[in-house]
């Protein structure tokens, strides 16, 4: 089941005891829920990915598209070709240390040969929105790729609908349904937080330390089980 938003936001306001949205109205509620997901994906880039072209320029040195939205590159998969882009080479990833060791001039089109089919990619953490190909590319190639991605925010998703109405914020999170408990602390926290901080400080902590936690201990699990982990 899709967790909506405003499922997220009717359980913070029973947490609140501010069930007609007075002191902490829709708008800002989809604000905090906004920033719990902004944080989540910056801890675990893959709770929100998506699946794109990239369209390489001439030369070793790549990079992800000029979207905002896309917080960095997460794999590549495969060359465009044919129908569909179906037909495609596989591209496997490589270091730069062992590309260096074994072929010290692979960014010198005088040595390896510019291509539209790409073989290799290097990635660095380092640079999270740019990546390396080789041999270099001649301008012309496509790769499909795996990107961690922000979702639209609540607010540009309303479609003029009124903030004010529950209803209005009947729209799917962005992650997967297992991150709602981390997010619903993640909004409690901000929310008391707005309080005088004299009167919730220990309330706001607590909702973070839970928030932080959860997102520390869901990133071990998936890392641990996921198919692609080391043996």
Known sequence: MTVLASKIFQDAATALMDTEFVRWPLKDLAGYLDGAISTIVTVKPSASSATIDIS???????????DQRIVQLLDIMSNKEGVNGAGGRAIRATSRAELDSNVPRWRDPAHVPFRKEVRQFIFDELLPR???????????????????????????QLNGADPAVLESWDIPIGLPDNYEPAILDFILYRAFNKEDPAAAPQRALTHYQAFATAIGLQTQVEASTSPSRKK
């Open 56 to 66: 390489l320029v001439r030369g070793t040195k790549q990079a992800v598209p000029d």
């Open 130 to 156: 740019e990546f390396w190909v080789t041999p270099g590319n001649d301008g012309t190639g496509i790769v499909e790729a795996v990107v961690s991605m922000l979702p639209l925010t609540l607010v540009e």
